[in-house]
Nanobody, 112 residues
Framework: QVHLVESGGGLVQPGGSLRLSCAASGFDFSSAGMSWYRQAPGKERELVAVINTFGDGTYYADSVKGRFTISRDNAKSTMYLQMNSLKPDDTAVYYC?????WGQGTQVTVSS
């Protein structure tokens, strides 16, 4: 059974940083492309970043390009999202997804 668990969210001031983690189980993580999405209150869920199986191919939404970095550790079956220079507009629930499964989400709030 595919299982994804996000962690690392929290409250941070504008300009601050957070690192999200997504722990995967129940499938061959090293053979799965993975993604991060986010959903802000009242808005549709949007794609944030994508990473390929080897971790050497990535895609970022324009809104986070240059500030966020997606990475993965296949030995640990874990994906990460390093978020720097956070803005209030980054406030959302962040979800990881892969193999047609979704995690439960982790809340990120950027506020002074």
């Amino acid at each position: 059974q595919v299982h994804l668990v996000e962690s690392g969210g929290g409250l941070v001031q504008p300009g601050g940083s957070l690192r999200l983690s997504c722990a995967a189980s129940g499938f061959d993580f090293s053979s799965a492309g993975m993604s991060w999405y986010r959903q802000a209150p009242g808005k549709e869920r949007e794609l944030v970043a994508v990473i390929n199986t080897f971790g050497d191919g990535t895609y970022y939404a324009d809104s986070v390009k240059g500030r966020f970095t997606i990475s993965r550790d296949n030995a640990k079956s874990t994906m990460y999202l390093q978020m720097n220079s956070l803005k209030p507009d980054d406030t959302a629930v962040y979800y990881c997804t892969g193999r047609n499964a979704w995690g439960q989400g982790t809340q990120v709030t950027v506020s002074s």
